[in-house]
């Protein structure tokens, strides 16, 4: 099978070879990075002197950057699954052209379907800014409206630019380019992405620290990867990273791939001291990815900018040293756009290449991409950190009340997210009662219509419920009715 090549001053285009793909550039004399794309049993190409080692779709100067970063230990073409790095990656129809007549993906050319009358953002036409706020409702044309009457086009696919939120998260995280930066359908998609381009189904494993997000495990099923725990420091509730543990665990285990990290952790709402990160990350006896994520870290990055905190809060600011790291974000937690699903990965550009080559084509709808780019705007921010600063202030007000109800124990944690950990005594008030927890959660949620999360199951969580930070009025009704269960 062969291909043409394409030529390009910068991107590595494919060609074929046994079915293979092989990447050429103009410089095949200087261009080299070490991730072995053709198969041992590959024919040599007859198309050229094919460069070993190129990612698909990865520029020199990305090359550069990521050989540029440690540990010189990690080999990524002995992290990723041999079949993901000969992937060719599928070209969408919006890849190549965004305007004109397009009669090239087979949309529907008389528009959308939605009813007269229905009502979407309005579009602002520029895609020079990222994020140009100000958007009104406006009507939405009956089908068969020319494109210039459907604001957001919503019978294409999407243009690939995104209105160019994906620059935009790397300029507010202070990452070089977009190149650190892949987009999925929220988080969820992002961390099972990852565990099917480096783990094998049946073979390989994931190392996850409990308590902790339980999505790691369900992906792992769905996988079939087998999951390795090595519990947090769970005593007095410091949910810490035992390290120690971890890396005899991974030496132990070289099926291990990847690590989950939560930071702020859930339920623990507890950062990971990026020291800790770091040993794992330099650790010489293990090649695997560490993924940490990082849905609440904005709630902690906060406190950062506002001086209640003194130290980095974010692993993002490791990505600058480390190529075996991926941090992942959501615009789901602190810019209060769950209902959109955009999750967000940053990584070295390898590593985001290989991801973007192997998620499924436009994956990012119009509309979410168009309203992430209202919330990342100046003004977007500005209303999130507002948003924040109150939650962090209810925050500490949930808090307060909470210690001042009898059979209430300790505030488990270090409260550095939207949430807290709670734990419900028994009667004599001595001992955290997981039974009494339940009866609260139950009783609340389906005779008083206020819904907490019962985490007395989970290690290190005996008799915890976990409280979301609500409004004002919402906590004081919270307080309230633990208040009168607790007291019967």
């Not at 990867?225 to 070289?254: M, Y």
């Not at 990971?272 to 994520?293: A, F, H, K």
């Not at 509309?367 to 924040?388: C, F, I, K, N, Y």
């Amino acid at each position: 099978m062969a291909a043409a090549l394409v030529e390009s001053d910068s991107i590595h285009q494919p060609v074929y070879c046994n079915s293979v793909p092989q990447f050429l550039d103009n410089n095949t004399d200087t261009a080299s990075f070490p991730l072995p794309i053709m198969s041992p049993s590959a024919a040599p190409c007859s198309a050229g002197p094919a460069k070993e080692g190129l990612v698909p779709g990865l520029s020199n100067s990305q090359i550069a950057a990521v050989s540029s970063l440690k540990p010189a230990h990690f080999d990524l073409s002995k992290v990723i699954r041999p079949n993901i790095l000969s992937l060719a990656p599928y070209r969408c129809a919006r890849d190549d052209y965004q305007d004109g007549i397009l009669l090239d993906a087979n949309e529907n050319s008389l528009g959308h379907s939605l009813p007269q009358g229905s009502s979407f953002p309005a579009f602002q036409a520029s895609h020079d800014n990222a994020g140009a706020n100000g958007a009104t409702s406006v009507s939405v044309p009956r089908t068969g409206a020319l494109p210039k009457d459907d604001p957001l086009q919503l019978h294409r696919y999407p243009d690939p630019s995104l209105y160019n939120i994906k620059p935009t998260l790397a300029s507010l995280r202070q990452l070089p380019d977009e190149s650190y930066v892949m987009l999925g359908v929220g988080s969820d998609e992002v961390l099972d992405l990852l565990q099917r381009v480096a783990a094998k189904p049946g073979q390989d494993a994931i190392l996850i620290c409990p308590p902790t997000y339980g999505m790691y495990s369900v992906c792992a099923a769905v996988n079939d990867l087998d999951v390795i725990k090595v519990p947090l420091n769970v005593e007095g509730g410091n949910f810490s990273l035992d390290v120690d543990k971890i890396l005899s665990t991974l030496s132990a285990s070289p099926q291990i791939k990847l690590i989950f990290l939560c930071s702020p952790g859930n339920p623990t709402g507890t950062l990971l001291s990026l020291d800790s990160i770091r040993r794992t990350l330099d650790y010489r006896d293990w090649n695997g990815l560490v993924v940490v994520d990082e849905a609440y870290i904005d709630f902690a990055e906060e406190e950062l900018r506002s001086g209640k905190r003194s130290v980095d809060a974010s692993a993002v600011s490791l990505l600058k040293e480390y190529k075996n790291l991926v941090v992942t974000q959501t615009l789901s937690k602190a810019f209060g756009l769950a209902a959109i699903r955009l999750g967000i990965c940053y990584s070295s550009p390898a590593l985001i290449q290989i991801l973007n080559n192997t998620k499924a084509p436009y994956n990012i709808s119009a509309p979410t991409a168009h309203l992430a780019s209202l919330a990342l705007s100046e003004a977007g921010l500005t209303q999130m950190r507002s948003t924040v600063r109150q939650l962090l202030s209810n925050r500490d007000a949930l808090i307060s009340s909470l210690q001042s109800i009898p059979s209430v124990g300790q505030i488990l944690g270090a409260n550095e997210a939207n949430f807290v950990l709670v734990q419900i005594l028994d009667q004599q008030g001595g001992k955290p009662d997981s039974k009494r927890a339940g009866m609260v959660y139950k009783i609340m949620a389906e005779q008083k219509g206020l819904v907490v999360r019962n985490r007395s199951s989970e290690l290190g969580c005996e008799g915890c419920l976990r409280i979301t930070v609500g409004t004002e009025q919402e906590n004081e009704r919270c307080i309230q009715l633990m208040k009168d269960l607790l007291s019967s």
